[in-house]
């Protein structure tokens, strides 16, 4: 089978199976790592405990993207 064959193939699939080909192939590509991951939900975990108890307090996506772009603009 050809690779435009399987590309044909899997964009007929319905969107819940194609987005499990998507993530198989890019799991595929860079394996995920069992202690990385580990790092990272403790991580994220803490930041929302953070949010949560009011000690940190969000910045909305389109503010903290205004300021970037603020910053290298000039």
């Not at 964009?11 to 394996?31: F, T």
């Not at 990272?40 to 300021?67: D, H, Q, T, Y």
């Amino acid at each position: 089978m050809k690779t435009k064959d399987i590309i044909a193939e899997v964009i007929s699939l319905p969107v819940e199976e194609r987005a499990m080909v998507v993530d198989l192939l890019l799991k595929s590509l860079n394996p995920p790592e069992l202690e990385i991951d580990k790092k990272w939900a403790a991580v994220a975990k803490r930041r929302l405990e953070e949010i949560r108890s009011g000690k940190v307090e969000a910045v909305p996506g389109e503010e903290v993207f205004k300021r970037i772009w603020n910053r290298f603009s000039k």
